[in-house]
């Protein structure tokens, strides 16, 4: 049975003038319902992870280990479970944005020879990512993602004397009762995508989202302090205030553009280069010339 939850701490639900449902929409097995899984329906593939933009889903995979061995491979190889123990339960967890990190930087291959057989949405979902990955790595100049087929490892058998045997036979009830008890414990880990592509030192790229403001900013500070992600950031400067925009921390959430107070905010399918935006600051209007009194005793 999969393990996994949705955290609404980070569930973007509680916010005003937000719907967001990508998780429910995205699950093939429809085991998402108002917030919550159905352990019995899940199958653990990870597409919810894939297009959660807060981190808010919580799973017995820990994603970040995951990739960061998978980094470690030479050649750098991504893997699902049934190929390799180490690797992630299913390679729905994966987006676009995920792969780029992984691929700019070094020449990436992945092994989705199958996932077709053990869950077309899966493969459906990896291959529009792929598509989008490679698109953006070809313009800029990178090696693409190469689709490789990895054969299963199976360990070889190894001869046992006697006395091993039964050296070995006594580790292994101690072993087993520490499993058990192990197993008993639930773990539960928390990947939010963006923190880990901070952590990678990513590029921007068309991959990610961009942001446009249409009218003049007061600087009222209310989208930086909505973002879960922190990806709005207002400085102060003799030269006056700035926005500043980080395409790898935003998700595309819509918090901040469905709650400016002047409606000025946009975001962009693709990033186009801009993180910073000159803003007016919101100063009350000068009173009128005709505006002066005076006081007289009565």
Not at 6 to 25: A, P
Request: hydrophobic fraction near 35%; aromatic fraction near 6%; proline fraction near 6%.
């Amino acid at each position: 049975m999969a393990r996994r939850d949705i955290d609404l701490n980070r569930c973007l639900f509680h916010y005003t003038n937000i719907t967001c449902n990508r998780c429910q929409e995205i699950c093939p097995q429809g085991a998402i319902h108002n917030r919550e899984i159905d352990r019995k329906k899940c199958d653990n593939c990870g597409l919810c992870t894939a297009v959660c933009p807060t981190g808010a889903i919580t799973s017995d995979t820990d994603y970040d280990s995951c990739l960061t061995a998978a980094q470690k491979l030479a050649p750098q190889v991504l893997m699902c479970r049934k190929v390799s123990p180490q690797s992630m339960a299913c390679l729905g967890a994966l987006n676009r944005r995920l792969l780029w990190a992984l691929a700019e930087k070094q020449p990436l291959a992945m092994d989705t020879s199958r996932c077709a057989q053990c869950n077309p949405a899966v493969q459906n979902w990896l291959a529009q990512e792929i598509t989008a990955c490679n698109q953006a790595l070809q313009k800029a100049g990178k090696e693409t993602i190469k689709l490789v087929h990895v054969k299963d490892s199976a360990p070889a058998p190894q001869a046992v004397a006697r006395r091993s045997f039964f050296r070995s036979l006594f580790h292994a009830a101690s072993d087993t009762a520490a499993e058990i008890a192990q197993a008993q414990t639930e773990r539960q880990y928390a990947f939010d995508g963006t923190i880990w592509l901070d952590k990678q030192d990513t590029s921007p790229c068309q991959l990610f989202p961009g942001l446009e403001i249409t009218d003049s900013c007061t600087a009222c500070g209310l989208c930086t302090m909505l973002c879960p992600e922190k990806a709005l950031v207002i400085s102060d400067s003799e030269a006056g205030k700035k926005l500043h925009f980080n395409p790898i921390k935003c998700t595309a959430c819509g918090l901040c553009v469905n709650n400016c107070p002047q409606s000025i905010l946009k975001l962009l399918p693709s990033f186009a280069g801009q993180t910073e935006f000159s803003l007016q600051e919101d100063t009350p209007p000068a009173p009128p010339a005709d505006s002066s009194f005076t006081l007289q005793r009565g």
